[in-house]
């Protein structure tokens, strides 16, 4: 849908902070992956990322798109998460070309 609109960012909202390079509630020590490359994750994604908090397919729609250049991921259940995200400050996790 972003893509048709012509945005060139879509935010989605989960329930943890972004992609963590471990699924944090096994393992409290998972590190959040800030900033990634679309190629990069989909290398990690290849190797052990089994319980990414987003459809694998996104990631080849986003390397093709015309419009859409990132992703984020934000933690819509804290307050002010999402109000960064759109004013393109630094939170949760950023998926980007």
Do not use: Q, W
């Amino acid at each position: 849908m972003t893509e048709v609109l012509g945005a060139r960012t879509c935010i989605f909202v989960k329930d943890l902070e972004g992609l963590f390079t471990e699924d944090p509630p096994i393992n409290p020590n998972a590190e959040l992956i800030e900033d990634i490359t679309i190629d990069k994750l989909i290398m990690m994604d290849m190797m052990d990322m089994e319980d990414m908090v987003m459809e694998h397919k996104l990631l080849y729609l986003l390397r093709e798109a015309s419009n859409m250049r990132e992703i984020r991921i934000v933690n819509g259940h804290k307050r002010g998460k999402i109000e960064k995200a759109v004013k393109g400050e630094k939170v949760g996790t950023r998926i980007r070309e």
